[in-house]
Structures are given as C-alpha cells and as structure tokens.
C-alpha cells in the first residue's frame, strides 16, 4: 500500500497531474462494486436455471435489478480513507525533502483537498509568505487571536461564530478591522478560486497594520458582555478568512 501511495504521489507530482481524486476513487470503488453486484445476479441467474432443469419447475426470477452508478456509501468512506492515506504518504515523502512539517500540517488542516498539484502549490506559497516581514507578523497577529479564542471559548463552553454587529463598535480601530477583513476576505476567496496563492497571501498582508493597531488600542475581554462577544466574533472572522489558506494555529514561532 505504501508502494502504491508513493508511486501515485510519484505520478502525479513529476508530471503535474490536475486529478480529482477522491472523484476518481469513488467511480473506481462503485465501478468495482457495480461489478460485484452484476457477477452476484449473474450466479444467481445460472443457479435458478440449474435448479429448474433440476426439477422441472419454472422458477420466478424475482426483482433483480442491476442499478448503474447508484450512490455508494462504503465507496465513499474509502475514498476519505484512501485520501487520508495518500495525504499521509505525501507529508512524510515532504518532510524527508526538508519541508516544514508545521507549515504542511497547516495546510493539510485548512479543508480536504484531493488536488495535490494544488495542495503543494498552497503550501509553498505559505512558506514563502512566512519568510517576509509582513508574513511573520501576520503570523505573530493570528496567533495572539487565536489563543484569546481558545481560552474564552473553552470558558464560555462554545465557539464564537464569526460576525460583527457595527452599531456595538466603538473604538476606531475596531471598525477599521472589520472593514480589512470584510475586504481581505472577498480578495483571499477571489485568489483563491484563481489559484493564485501568492495573491492570496498578499491579500492577508494588509491585515497586519489594522491587526496591530486594533490590538494596542481595543481590549478585547470589555467588562461589557455584548462588546466582549462582538470582539470575540470578530476574532473568529479573522480566524476564518486564516483558515481559506492553512490553519494558522499550527504554525510554529
């Protein structure tokens, strides 16, 4: 099996294969079972023949029905499975070439991503991104946010959805946050369906400045329970537009 992930891998990294493939192995696995269910009808079919010369009896042949491409659960759990598999083949063949396995770890974390062309292009695009002033930063930002929403989700016993209600805001440097993100998220999303990751991390970038202004000037845990949560909502918007790219959470430094 191992054999096998790495030689996929192999295949497609060397030649740059854009494959789909959790769609490629969930046709596969229906095709194998739509093949096994046709060959069972098939014994089926020769063993109600047989029994009728046997006996001279006409049998029924019953309701059996072969359905092509119907919906196949196994073959979908497989296909996360198989995934899972060749993900893991690919962070170790990485990090054996030198890669970050923070920075992998990361990326692989941000969604499900059965591109690997894609899924490599995205993840040095974050390293190269970590290697600037502004990427280190941003990092630095998105870690402080981070650790201010575990804590108070893990008090508060749920998670903050992402939001924020205008007419709570108060200090300057809060609206202009919301209005950075507002904006970095629609421009990450438009990179982002463009493939074009490095746009995507200079989209992030601008976040720096009012990260870091918001956060000298605004206290997030205000002694005002609806300003709290509307802080900590804006919080985890940041965290959202973060984790269209990787999950900067698991990113050391």
Do not use: Y
């Not at 696995?29 to 009896?57: D, I, P, V, Y």
């Not at 063949?93 to 899924?119: K, N, P, S, T």
Request: hydrophobic share 50%; no cysteine.
């Amino acid at each position: 099996m191992r054999r096998a992930g790495l030689g996929v891998i192999r295949l497609v990294r060397e030649n740059q294969l854009r494959l789909p493939l959790r769609a490629l192995i969930e046709t596969a696995s229906s095709a194998f079972s739509n093949q096994e269910a046709l060959l069972g009808l098939q014994r089926a079919e020769r063993a109600r023949k047989e029994l009728e010369s046997a006996t001279n009896m006409p049998l029924g042949r019953g309701d059996m029905v072969f359905r092509d491409g119907w919906d196949d659960p196994a073959g979908n759990a497989l296909a996360s499975e198989l995934l899972d598999f060749l993900a893991d083949r690919l962070r170790v063949q990485l990090r054996a070439e030198g890669a970050r396995h923070d920075i992998l770890a990361a990326v692989f974390a941000a969604g499900a991503d059965d591109d690997l062309v894609r899924l490599l292009a995205r993840t040095e695009a974050v390293r190269a991104f970590l290697e600037t002033d502004a990427g280190t930063n941003l990092l630095a930002a998105a870690k402080r946010a981070q650790n201010i929403l575990r804590i108070e989700e893990k008090k508060d016993g749920a998670p903050f959805s992402p939001g924020f209600t205008a007419s709570l805001a108060a200090p300057e440097q809060e609206r202009a946050l919301a209005e950075a993100l507002a904006a970095t998220s629609a421009a990450v999303a438009e990179t982002l369906a463009a493939e074009n990751f490095a746009g995507a991390m200079a989209a992030m970038a601008q976040l720096r400045t009012p990260l870091d202004a918001f956060f000298e000037h605004v206290t997030v845990n205000d002694p005002n329970g609806e300003i709290r949560h509307n802080r900590l909502q804006l919080l985890s918007a940041l965290r959202s537009v973060l984790d269209q790219v990787a999950d900067f959470s698991k990113i050391e430094g």
